[in-house]
Nanobody, 126 residues
């Protein structure tokens, strides 16, 4: 069992930066792939980024490539999402999620992730 807690959200202007953090409890953090998803008002939750257990492999949705960077510190059981050049369309609740890699399927699908945080709000004003 893994418990995830996000932090770092807030209200910023377009072009600003934010850094989201996800703290994980439980053992074997490095064995989990981790992901960030977001859900904007009136929209379905969507994949943002993913990082392998080792941290060596990352994936991003096209709309954030070059602006967002996912990272993790396995010694501290934490994951981060550095978000630069924020746009109003990045406004959403951001969730971190853990994948024990026991469920097959695309890493962009919610069902692949077994544990979820409560979410943190990011609002970008124009």
């Amino acid at each position: 069992q893994v418990q995830l807690v996000e932090s770092g959200g807030g209200l910023v202007q377009a072009g600003a930066s934010l850094r989201l953090s996800c703290a994980a409890s439980g053992r074997a953090f490095s064995s989990y792939a981790m992901g960030w998803f977001r859900q904007a008002p009136g929209k379905e939750r969507e994949f943002v980024a993913r990082i392998s257990g080792s941290g060596f492999t990352t994936y991003y949705t096209d709309s954030v490539k070059g602006r967002f960077t996912i990272s993790r510190d396995n010694a501290k059981n934490t994951m981060a999402l550095q978000m630069n050049s924020l746009k109003p369309e990045d406004t959403a609740v951001y969730y971190c999620a853990a994948d024990r890699q026991l469920i097959s399927g695309s890493y962009t699908r919610e069902r692949k992730y077994e544990f979820w945080g409560q979410g943190t709000q990011v609002t970008v004003s124009s």
